[in-house]
């Protein structure tokens, strides 16, 4: 394994640069990447920053040979390289750590850095272990090599995964989301490695990330996708956090309908959060308060990961909160299991559709899956009252489905038209809608807004997370922004704009 | 020859009798996501409780509801391992089947064979409905006229059986739409012990009227790989029963033909097993587990 050594001809001599260009990728009608072109250079950190579904992640896996582009090519220093697998990228110097490590659990850091380099015959443990001694002193990237990886903390078997790729000749390393996973202190020894690679080593770096602070500290560039397009490449110093929010989150599309709304603010509010905590190593929730009237839409927004996945699970009884209070209808409920929710009149439509609903079951087992004594005759379920029940809900949702397929096999949208009529047919008081709009065409997308803007009108008092912030200007009365886990401030529609949600957003009004 | 595949029919119905009912309590289990490898230990459990029961009262009545209720508790047991405490499935299924047939060959010892006797009962006789293919054992009739179509009514027509499926696919999805994921899969393992404990039952209490050390003799065993077999369909698993029944029956009868006296009858008797290794190795491949098999659920 002479690889390390190849790290330092590629620093000294200096790495060619990657040129991605002209990347489209589409998966059936969604267009994933449009178009991008993108740049590595060695020895620069280049932050990539997007929301979900903005094509980051998709770039990246073509740029690692774990998918091919429909059209474009990669390029190093002129010439056009072919990345068809993982192994086309090592052997261009190319390495990338995913958000899930390919790390065999059960065996020594040694046994898997020495999987990497696979040789057939005769491995060389004891060789193999003087090299990583050699490599973690030269990296900065201390690890027990002895060690079982599954044994290690998450932020060790990261620097194992690093100091592998490392290892294997690489001079470009993908870090996808990699602070995802890590507390605060973990995170900084991170950023300091990442500097490290950079200006000793000579390594060009892709962050992918969606926190500013991490990308101000050690980005020296800082590119932002907005549905499959780069929208901006600049010098990472001469950018705020706050540009770089509203780079994501994009600007006002022209023409977006806004809602009507019709102020009710005499009504008494049917659902209060107040000081809601949950606790958890990393991601929990602390403090959180709000209230929605009947007929409200509250928005929440927020860059992801800030809390939002954990107060839906709250809302919806899978996760248990730790302090705090909720109350529907002025009475708080004792523990929020999904029983007691739903008993309360609150129903849910959950981030990802595919978790929501069994795959498996037809499409009309799903639509009353919450619901089953309700169609419970005597002796057995009424199949007809069930199907009649299903056709309505088709001709009404404007589902494009067969009662009978199942549901696994539906589109998207299709999908969350099912959900949806599941959620609208209790009639709930409060609804909470997570991101109902995720991956949906735009036919759809504009249906399904239609749909939560038509149940506040009939009364429902909606709870809409989403991290597209169109849709929450479009749809919602109110805006709480959520960061580092807690509501940081509840804007009124009328004084809610990109920049009043993109500081909070951004963490930096209070 | 009409007369001896006649012969060959009313056994293998014989012989398929505590299969199927082993197999529909396992396919009632394994739809709710949970793999009871217990299978073989509560069919042994129930065996001896019900043979037992039915000789200290001397009725066989009495001897089939103890069987029963040994099966639930057994079920309960298996149910609280896996379920509430989340226990491997595999783990906890085979320390269920080790112990109850522990505990069995114990009990059996000290209350039966100590002095050197055994344990015996008037078993239920076959009911004559003319022809030896229908002089059948009250229990499979009920086996295959009551048994079958309720478990197909069950897992596919009722709202329990709608829960149970949903919870062995995607026990999430189950939970946030306000069905108790615990409380349904309780129900399924216990329905499904009950189905195996009757075919322990009927082991004892109709088809030999006696109890012997290694009495099921992997028969549990056998009804797990028909699930599999039966691609967790009832249709499928009632063929791939009659399939190793009929190999069963067939082979007893060529052990009686004079030009099979050479051959070891040990091979006649693991032509069966081959039988059902060969079947799964043709049709086991790429079978639609259910999407939450093995894997126990909590909230986060």
């Given at each position: 394994?002479?690889?390390?050594?190849?790290?330092?001809?590629?620093?000294?001599?200096?790495?060619?640069?990657?040129?991605?260009?002209?990347?489209?990728?589409?998966?059936?009608?969604?267009?994933?990447?449009?178009?991008?072109?993108?740049?590595?250079?060695?020895?620069?950190?280049?932050?990539?920053?997007?929301?979900?579904?903005?094509?980051?992640?998709?770039?990246?896996?073509?740029?690692?040979?774990?998918?091919?582009?429909?059209?474009?090519?990669?390029?190093?220093?002129?010439?056009?390289?072919?990345?068809?697998?993982?192994?086309?990228?090592?052997?261009?110097?190319?390495?990338?750590?995913?958000?899930?490590?390919?790390?065999?659990?059960?065996?020594?850091?040694?046994?898997?850095?020495?999987?990497?380099?696979?040789?057939?015959?005769?491995?060389?443990?004891?060789?193999?272990?003087?090299?990583?001694?050699?490599?973690?002193?030269?990296?900065?990237?201390?690890?027990?090599?002895?060690?079982?990886?599954?044994?290690?903390?998450?932020?060790?078997?990261?620097?194992?995964?690093?100091?592998?790729?490392?290892?294997?000749?690489?001079?470009?390393?993908?870090?996808?989301?990699?602070?995802?996973?890590?507390?605060?202190?973990?995170?900084?020894?991170?950023?300091?490695?990442?500097?490290?690679?950079?200006?000793?080593?000579?390594?060009?770096?892709?962050?992918?990330?969606?926190?500013?602070?991490?990308?101000?500290?050690?980005?020296?560039?800082?590119?932002?996708?907005?549905?499959?397009?780069?929208?901006?490449?600049?010098?990472?110093?001469?950018?705020?956090?706050?540009?770089?929010?509203?780079?994501?989150?994009?600007?006002?599309?022209?023409?977006?309908?806004?809602?009507?709304?019709?102020?009710?603010?005499?009504?008494?509010?049917?659902?209060?959060?107040?000081?809601?905590?949950?606790?958890?190593?990393?991601?929990?929730?602390?403090?959180?308060?709000?209230?929605?009237?009947?007929?409200?839409?509250?928005?929440?927004?927020?860059?992801?990961?800030?809390?939002?996945?954990?107060?839906?699970?709250?809302?919806?009884?899978?996760?248990?909160?730790?302090?705090?209070?909720?109350?529907?209808?002025?009475?708080?409920?004792?523990?929020?299991?999904?029983?007691?929710?739903?008993?309360?009149?609150?129903?849910?439509?959950?981030?990802?559709?595919?978790?929501?609903?069994?795959?498996?079951?037809?499409?009309?087992?799903?639509?009353?899956?919450?619901?089953?004594?309700?169609?419970?005759?005597?002796?057995?379920?009424?199949?007809?009252?069930?199907?009649?029940?299903?056709?309505?809900?088709?001709?009404?949702?404007?589902?494009?489905?067969?009662?009978?397929?199942a549901f696994g096999t539906l589109s998207g949208g299709n999908m969350q038209k099912v959900l949806l009529a599941r959620l609208f047919s209790r009639n709930p008081k409060v609804a909470i809608i997570s991101q109902p709009t995720r991956g949906l065409d735009v036919m759809a997308t504009n249906y399904v807004r239609s749909l939560i803007a038509q149940a506040s009108k009939q009364g429902t008092a909606v709870v809409l997370v989403s991290e597209d912030l169109d849709e929450i200007l479009e749809l919602a009365d109110r805006v709480a922004?959520?960061?580092?886990?807690?509501?940081?401030?509840?804007?009124?529609?009328?004084?809610?704009?990109?920049?009043?949600?993109?500081?909070?957003?951004?963490?930096?009004?209070? | 020859?009409?007369?001896?595949?006649?012969?060959?029919?009313?056994?293998?119905?014989?012989?398929?009798?505590?299969?199927?009912?082993?197999?529909?309590?396992?396919?009632?289990?394994?739809?709710?996501?949970?793999?009871?490898?217990?299978?073989?230990?509560?069919?042994?459990?129930?065996?001896?409780?019900?043979?037992?029961?039915?000789?200290?009262?001397?009725?066989?009545?009495?001897?089939?509801?103890?069987?029963?209720?040994?099966?639930?508790?057994?079920?309960?047991?298996?149910?609280?391992?896996?379920?509430?405490?989340?226990?491997?499935?595999?783990?906890?299924?085979?320390?269920?089947?080790?112990?109850?047939?522990?505990?069995?060959?114990?009990?059996?010892?000290?209350?039966?064979?100590?002095?050197?006797?055994?344990?015996?009962?008037?078993?239920?006789?076959?009911?004559?409905?003319?022809?030896?293919?229908?002089?059948?054992?009250?229990?499979?009739?009920?086996?295959?006229?009551?048994?079958?179509?309720?478990?197909?009514?069950?897992?596919?027509?009722?709202?329990?059986?709608?829960?149970?499926?949903?919870?062995?696919?995607?026990?999430?999805?189950?939970?946030?739409?306000?069905?108790?994921?615990?409380?349904?899969?309780?129900?399924?393992?216990?329905?499904?012990?009950?189905?195996?404990?009757?075919?322990?039952?009927?082991?004892?209490?109709?088809?030999?009227?006696?109890?012997?050390?290694?009495?099921?003799?992997?028969?549990?065993?056998?009804?797990?790989?028909?699930?599999?077999?039966?691609?967790?369909?009832?249709?499928?698993?009632?063929?791939?029963?009659?399939?190793?029944?009929?190999?069963?029956?067939?082979?007893?009868?060529?052990?009686?033909?004079?030009?099979?006296?050479?051959?070891?009858?040990?091979?006649?008797?693991?032509?069966?097993?081959?039988?059902?290794?060969?079947?799964?190795?043709?049709?086991?491949?790429?079978?639609?587990?259910?999407?939450?098999?093995l894997k126990p659920y909590k909230r986060l």
């Amino acid at each position: 394994m002479n690889s390390v050594e190849g790290v330092v001809i590629a620093s000294r001599g200096g790495a060619p640069s990657i040129f991605l260009r002209n990347i489209t990728k589409a998966y059936g009608e969604t267009i994933a990447l449009s178009d991008v072109s993108l740049d590595l250079r060695a020895g620069e950190v280049h932050a990539l920053l997007g929301e979900n579904g903005a094509g980051k992640t998709t770039l990246m896996k073509i740029l690692y040979g774990l998918s091919q582009p429909d059209s474009g090519q990669i390029e190093a220093d002129g010439v056009a390289l072919k990345i068809e697998s993982p192994r086309d990228a090592r052997a261009a110097g190319i390495g990338m750590v995913t958000q899930h490590f390919s790390l065999v659990k059960n065996m020594t850091v040694i046994e898997n850095i020495a999987l990497a380099s696979a040789k057939t015959f005769a491995i060389d443990l004891a060789g193999v272990r003087t090299e990583i001694v050699a490599a973690s002193a030269r990296f900065g990237l201390d690890v027990p090599p002895d060690a079982i990886v599954s044994s290690l903390p998450i932020a060790l078997q990261q620097r194992v995964e690093i100091l592998k790729a490392l290892m294997s000749g690489c001079s470009y390393l993908i870090l996808d989301e990699p602070t995802a996973v890590l507390g605060p202190n973990d995170i900084d020894s991170l950023l300091e490695v990442i500097r490290r690679l950079r200006s000793d080593a000579g390594i060009g770096i892709v962050l992918i990330s969606h926190k500013m602070a991490e990308i101000e500290k050690v980005a020296d560039r800082v590119s932002v996708l907005r549905r499959g397009q780069v929208v901006s490449s600049s010098l990472a110093n001469g950018i705020t956090s706050k540009e770089l929010i509203t780079l994501m989150v994009g600007e006002q599309q022209s023409g977006a309908e806004q809602r009507q709304r019709s102020a009710s603010p005499s009504q008494s509010p049917i659902l209060v959060l107040d000081s809601v905590g949950v606790t958890r190593e990393t991601g929990g929730l602390s403090d959180v308060s709000f209230a929605v009237r009947p007929g409200e839409i509250l928005g929440i927004a927020g860059v992801s990961g800030n809390g939002q996945t954990e107060l839906v699970n709250v809302l919806s009884g899978t996760t248990q909160i730790d302090s705090g209070t909720i109350e529907v209808e002025g009475r708080q409920l004792g523990s929020n299991t999904p029983q007691s929710l739903m008993r309360a009149g609150v129903g849910i439509l959950g981030e990802d559709r595919h978790a929501s609903a069994v795959h498996a079951l037809q499409v009309v087992e799903n639509l009353i899956l919450d619901c089953v004594e309700k169609f419970a005759g005597k002796f057995q379920l009424r199949r007809k009252e069930m199907l009649s029940h299903c056709e309505s809900a088709i001709t009404q949702f404007e589902i494009k489905a067969n009662p009978k397929q199942a549901f696994g096999t539906l589109s998207g949208g299709n999908m969350q038209k099912v959900l949806l009529a599941r959620l609208f047919s209790r009639n709930p008081k409060v609804a909470i809608i997570s991101q109902p709009t995720r991956g949906l065409d735009v036919m759809a997308t504009n249906y399904v807004r239609s749909l939560i803007a038509q149940a506040s009108k009939q009364g429902t008092a909606v709870v809409l997370v989403s991290e597209d912030l169109d849709e929450i200007l479009e749809l919602a009365d109110r805006v709480a922004v959520m960061y580092r886990g807690s509501v940081v401030g509840i804007v009124d529609h009328s004084e809610a704009s990109r920049e009043s949600i993109g500081e909070l957003m951004a963490g930096i009004a209070k | 020859m009409i007369d001896v595949t006649e012969e060959i029919i009313s056994s293998s119905l014989r012989i398929a009798t505590p299969l199927a009912l082993a197999a529909l309590g396992e396919l009632v289990t394994e739809k709710s996501g949970v793999l009871n490898l217990g299978v073989e230990g509560i069919m042994y459990g129930s065996a001896f409780v019900g043979i037992a029961t039915a000789a200290q009262t001397g009725s066989l009545t009495a001897g089939l509801v103890a069987a029963l209720v040994s099966g639930a508790l057994a079920g309960l047991i298996f149910a609280f391992a896996t379920v509430t405490l989340g226990v491997n499935q595999h783990v906890a299924g085979l320390g269920l089947t080790l112990l109850m047939i522990s505990l069995c060959n114990t009990a059996n010892r000290i209350m039966f064979t100590a002095d050197g006797g055994q344990v015996r009962v008037d078993p239920w006789q076959p009911l004559n409905f003319g022809g030896p293919i229908f002089s059948q054992y009250w229990l499979t009739y009920a086996t295959f006229l009551i048994a079958v179509p309720f478990v197909w009514w069950l897992l596919w027509k009722s709202g329990l059986g709608l829960k149970i499926r949903a919870v062995g696919e995607n026990p999430e999805a189950a939970d946030v739409a306000g069905i108790g994921v615990a409380k349904t899969r309780y129900t399924a393992i216990i329905i499904g012990s009950l189905f195996m404990a009757l075919a322990g039952a009927f082991i004892t209490l109709a088809f030999v009227g006696t109890f012997t050390v290694n009495i099921i003799n992997g028969r549990g065993w056998v009804a797990l790989a028909l699930v599999i077999f039966g691609r967790w369909t009832i249709g499928r698993l009632l063929i791939g029963a009659a399939l190793f029944s009929l190999v069963n029956a067939g082979q007893l009868q060529l052990r009686l033909l004079p030009s099979f006296a050479d051959v070891p009858f040990e091979i006649l008797l693991a032509l069966p097993f081959l039988a059902v290794i060969v079947g799964l190795a043709i049709s086991g491949r790429n079978v639609p587990y259910p999407g939450a098999y093995l894997k126990p659920y909590k909230r986060l």
